[in-house]
């Protein structure tokens, strides 16, 4: 039981360290810019503590509810998020940038329902894979229904157009239902069938094939789409081991884009150096390594693919993002969880975190 409190209690101040670092950097990233464009350079700041505030509401709701409640709903909660999915490409429902159709505009602050989404897949594959028990690795009784579902949720994303998250929702998916009990040739079945539609969505799209391109040479147009990536290197390769100093960064004065939202890692890299960003990989790391703790010693096959899928998703975009800083792998718009600033992925994934506790005090109670 003493374990298992502890396992929570660091969990928690990990994420609250995380959060910390991310409200100092968002305004040191962002203060010149936001005065440039609004004139108020705490901007980006006060939104993103509107966020923090939200995000960390429905992380108590979350920790507090019964956790078979979560279960009971599990269908209504990916009903509602489907139907998110389906509004926001309406228009004049959803708010279209730059050509994307994500968001909700709710007052102040703008909600993406494919954030939804991400958690609530993850609590009806949780459900889907404790109901079927050893019918999972049957194809048409266990395997198919979760594709379907899964199918449907990944084909509303892609009509946004989000292929980083369609692909983050697979990914996390396809690992619930491995540990599960999916049985390997079903899932690289779908793997394989996934190869020419991957090929479609990159291939036959001018703005992906730039992103690809940059990825394998940024200087062939340094000026244009390999711009932004070789900005990144330059941010971390100027911070050294101990960084230039807190809010010293040059980066971030309009040659950075996104130096705020999915590039902060490079700002921190700039301001802190080394030092600096083995200390954001090694934070996540213990929060790895303390959720994992929790995956492994629930009791309850839904409460551990729960608190899987939460580990696994919120892992693999810190992958991707400090991934894609790095020139590791093409630029794509996953923000650093609890770091980058807010909006919809911040709430969720201070939701999600509730969720986890959530887990571990069940755990805590049973043992």
């Not at 950075?256 to 939202?261: G, N, R, V």
């Amino acid at each position: 039981m003493i374990e298992m409190r502890n396992v929570r209690t660091n969990i928690f101040m990990v994420t609250f360290v995380l959060v910390c670092i991310g409200v100092v950097m968002i305004y040191s990233a962002s203060a010149i810019y936001a005065y440039s464009n609004t004139g108020d350079s705490l901007y980006f700041l006060k939104r993103h503590l509107l966020y923090l505030l939200i995000g960390y509401a429905l992380m108590f709701a979350a920790m507090s509810v019964d956790i078979r409640d979560i279960r009971k709903y599990a269908k209504p909660i990916l009903g509602v998020s489907i139907l998110l999915l389906v509004l926001v490409l309406i228009p004049h429902i959803g708010k279209e940038i730059s050509g994307a159709k994500r968001w909700f505009k709710l007052g102040p602050i703008n909600f993406q329902p494919s954030e939804f989404a991400k958690i609530a897949i993850i609590i009806y594959m949780a459900d889907l894979i404790t109901r079927k028990g050893n019918r999972m690795k049957e194809f048409f009784f266990g395997y198919l229904p979760a594709i379907i579902v899964l199918g449907a949720v990944v084909g509303l994303v892609l009509l946004e157009p989000d292929l980083g998250t369609a692909v983050t929702i697979s990914v996390i998916t396809f690992i619930m239902l491995f540990v599960g009990g999916a049985r390997g040739i079903h899932i690289m079945i779908c793997f394989l069938a996934s190869i020419p539609a991957l090929y479609l969505l990159i291939f036959h799209s001018a703005y992906r094939m730039r992103r690809i391109l940059a990825f394998l040479n940024p200087w062939a147009d340094k000026r244009g789409v390999g711009f932004q990536i070789i900005q990144s290197f330059v941010a971390l390769g100027s911070g050294g081991l101990f960084g230039v100093g807190l809010g010293q960064s040059r980066q971030k004065l309009f040659y950075l884009p996104a130096s705020h939202t999915d590039f902060i890692f490079s700002i921190i890299g700039e301001e802190l150096g080394f030092l600096g960003t083995l200390s954001i990989v090694a934070l996540f790391t213990i929060f790895v390594w303390q959720g994992m703790r929790v995956v492994f010693k629930t009791v309850g096959m839904f409460e551990r693919m729960l608190s899987l899928g939460i580990v696994s998703i919120i892992a693999f975009e810190v992958i991707i993002n400090i991934g894609v800083t790095a020139g590791a792998f093409p630029t794509k718009g996953l923000p650093l969880p609890f770091i980058s600033y807010g909006g919809s992925g911040l709430i969720f994934h201070l939701m999600a975190i509730g969720l986890l506790l959530n887990v571990a005090k069940v755990c805590e109670t049973y043992r």
